[in-house]
Nanobody
Framework: QVQLVESGGGLVQAGGSLRLSCAAS????????MGWYRQAPGKEREFVAM??????????DYADSVKDRFTISRDNARNAVYLEMNRLQPEDTAIYYC????????????WGQGTQVTVSS
């Protein structure tokens, strides 16, 4: 059974930084996509960043709104994915969710419980 546990959220002033962590368990994660989504109050959940696996290796994708400010990384030895967030802005305030996407005949999405990030102006 796949479990994802996020940590690292908190309250930070605009311009500050936070590092989110997601610890995964329950299967092998070396050949799956791992990343982050977020959901702000009153808004739909949106894509933030993803590290995608292929036979060529890993590639990272970012939402335009966080490109050049956020950096995603993964540590396969620890079954973990991280999100380094710099130059945070109030509009980055949201619950951040860890996501694992397992491809196959039927693709499966796994989600963590979320971690709150609040950026004050």
């Amino acid at each position: 059974q796949v479990q994802l546990v996020e940590s690292g959220g908190g309250l930070v002033q605009a311009g500050g930084s936070l590092r989110l962590s997601c610890a995964a368990s329950g299967r092998t994660f070396t050949n799956v996509d791992m990343g982050w989504y977020r959901q702000a109050p009153g808004k739909e959940r949106e894509f933030v960043a993803m590290t995608r696996w292929s036979w060529r290796g890993y590639n990272s994708d970012y939402a335009d709104s966080v490109k050049d400010r956020f950096t995603i990384s993964r540590d396969n030895a620890r079954n973990a994915v991280y999100l380094e967030m710099n130059r945070l802005q109030p509009e980055d305030t949201a619950i951040y969710y860890c996501n694992v996407q397992v491809a196959g005949t039927v693709a499966v999405d796994y989600w963590g419980q979320g971690t709150q990030v609040t950026v004050s102006s």
